[in-house]
């Protein structure tokens, strides 16, 4: 069974930072593009980053040049990580594993909330 499990959410102050971790089943996570979403109340769920399998990245622009997101492959793992945070980031960040084929997927962690709040 196909697994994604994130951790590193929490309460952080205006201008803070926080990692989050999302590590995945190793049967695919080699194959997968991996993203990091966030939904808030009332909002649809929207990409925040994204990183391929061969490391190419893609960041929506309300996060560039504050998030960085990077994959360790040997650990099976995709992080997240999120500095200069703002009010406007407080949200549930979801992890994602794609792969788009004839053989794809399409998994959901069951996400880990971020509070940005002083």
């Known amino acids: 069974q196909v697994q994604l499990v994130e951790s590193g959410g929490g309460l952080v102050q205006p201008g803070g930072s926080l990692r989050l971790s999302c590590a995945a089943s190793r049967s695919i996570f080699s194959a997968s593009t991996m993203g990091w979403y966030r939904r808030t109340p009332g909002k649809q769920r929207e990409l925040v980053a994204s990183?391929?399998?061969?490391?190419?990245?893609n960041y929506s622009d309300s996060v560039k040049g504050r998030f960085t997101v990077s994959r360790d492959n040997a650990e099976s793992t995709v992080y997240l990580q999120m500095n200069s945070l703002k009010p406007e980031d407080t949200a549930v960040y979801y992890c994602?594993?794609?792969?788009?084929?004839?053989?794809?997927?399409?998994?959901w962690g069951q996400g880990t909330r971020v509070t940005v709040s002083s």
């Open positions: 990183i391929t399998n061969e490391g190419i990245t």
């Open positions: 994602n594993s794609r792969k788009v084929g004839l053989i794809g997927w399409d998994h």
